[in-house]
């Protein structure tokens, strides 16, 4: 069954919300409906279709593999990490993503700005309380400035796709895992063990992660002093590394904390995955709304 809902007061002009018929085709996740395939009727996140799309994604994580190792992931942060290329707000960054669209996501066409305020707004309905959360939906993917060319234009493979842990062993978890055969750190003896340059329980903020945008975005909300709730920070840095908060691995790796913010980051996953749809919402009646959380967690002008 399918009915209409009009939600003004979250910016959604009319959401088509499909109410199950049955168990097997709608999952109840929370307070969040989980559908089982994306606007493309395919399943979420699914790697192995055939078509153009998916085959676009394998190449770009076949080179994505190859080229994340530990000392590029150490050049990136030491370089990317001075935040010396632009200044300009939160939201600026937010309207400068209207042309980016990310090559390794099987999911989405739409623009990057689209995909920030879905998330947001299914996250502001469920979680009316938590402001936090809802600023968070709409920043984790700011990083992907990084494609544009004020930041140098970085490839896609070095700003979008999952991420994982370099300077110990690729978890046969991670999407396309045979590629990481021709990765150099592969067969390095100092990288290719469990702990690898790490040891149990280290936390995984001591944990060098495949460089991208969840990364940078981190780097740069941490450095510009946001107030943000340590939880946000993790939910910035870890929404997609899919091996930890889908499959499970890496824990060995995790302190106190980070089992702690592992909670808020399953919880935030599935807005991040599922809200994408072709759902359009009015941005500029959301807009103050979150300008008033920017200016709450964030400084007027941050360093990028």
Not at 230 to 258: Q, V
Request: glycine share 6%; proline share 4%; net charge negative.
């Amino acid at each position: 069954m399918t009915i209409l809902i009009e939600q003004p007061e979250f910016g959604i002009e009319v959401e088509e919300k499909k109410i199950p018929n049955s168990a097997n085709e709608l999952v109840l996740d929370g307070a969040f409906w989980v559908p089982e395939t994306n606007s493309f009727g395919h399943n979420f996140r699914d790697y192995d279709a055939e078509s153009l799309r998916q085959q676009g994604v394998e190449d770009f994580y076949r080179i994505n593999h190859i080229n994340q190792t530990f000392d590029f992931v150490k050049r990136m942060r030491e370089g990317y990490g001075k935040l010396d290329k632009v200044e300009m707000s939160i939201w600026e960054c937010c309207e400068l993503l209207n042309d980016v669209v990310d090559e390794s996501d099987p999911d989405l066409d739409e623009p990057q700005i689209e995909h920030l305020l879905q998330t947001a707004e299914a996250i502001r309905r469920d979680y009316p309380n938590e402001d936090w959360l809802h600023l968070t939906g709409l920043i984790h993917d700011l990083g992907k400035v990084l494609l544009h060319s004020s930041f140098g234009e970085l490839p896609q493979w070095a700003v979008v796709g999952d991420t994982f842990p370099v300077g110990c062993a690729f978890d046969k978890s991670i999407v396309h895992h045979k590629y990481f055969k021709e990765n150099p750190d592969y067969s390095n003896t100092a990288y290719s063990t469990k702990f690898g340059v790490y040891s149990k329980g280290c936390g995984l903020n001591n944990v060098m992660m495949s460089w991208g945008h969840d990364d940078y975005m981190y780097l740069v909300a941490k450095e510009n002093n946001s107030t943000l709730p340590s939880a946000a920070l993790s939910i910035i840095r870890y929404h997609s590394f899919y091996a930890l908060h889908k499959s499970g691995a890496y824990r060995h790796l995790m302190n106190e904390e980070d089992i702690e913010n592992l909670k808020w980051l399953q919880v935030f996953n599935k807005y991040d995955l599922y809200s994408k749809s072709k759902v359009r919402i009015d941005v500029e009646q959301v807009k103050p709304y979150y300008l008033s959380l920017i200016k709450k967690y964030f400084p007027a002008k941050l360093r990028w």
